[in-house]
């Protein structure tokens, strides 16, 4: 085999190019944004409209580090708000939509 059919997925198309991640577009799942296991239970809570409080005394966590959580998903879907970032995980199909 050549050299250059041995890619690895991260050398994808999109993955190729200089270390470009995919557009936003393409991205489905919590595992492409690299959301940790704890970042998915925050999500959830966040996005069935729980304050960093109620996510806290869930979890079983400070009230900081629930906020610390909220933040770093915040960056990892490049959203603005609490609100953006549930838009958004919505839209990624990475929560469920409320009945």
């Known amino acids: ?20 991640r995919p557009s936003s577009a393409s991205i489905p799942s919590t595992v492409e944004y690299e959301l940790t296991i704890r970042e998915r239970e925050v999500l959830e809570l966040l996005a069935a409209g729980r304050s960093d409080g109620e996510i806290a005394d869930a ?8 906020a610390v959580h909220v933040g ?6 490049g959203a603005e708000s609490r609100v953006a970032i549930v838009t958004i995980a919505m839209r990624r199909g990475l929560v469920s939509t409320p009945a």
Do not use: C, H, V, Y
Not at 3 to 8: A, F, H, I
Not at 59 to 66: M, P
């Open 59 to 66: 979890l079983f966590i400070s009230k900081k580090t629930a």
């Open 1 to 20: 085999m050549s050299r250059s059919t041995l890619r690895s997925p991260d050398q994808s198309q999109e993955g190729s190019r200089q270390g470009r």
């Open 72 to 77: 770093n998903i915040k960056g990892k879907l």
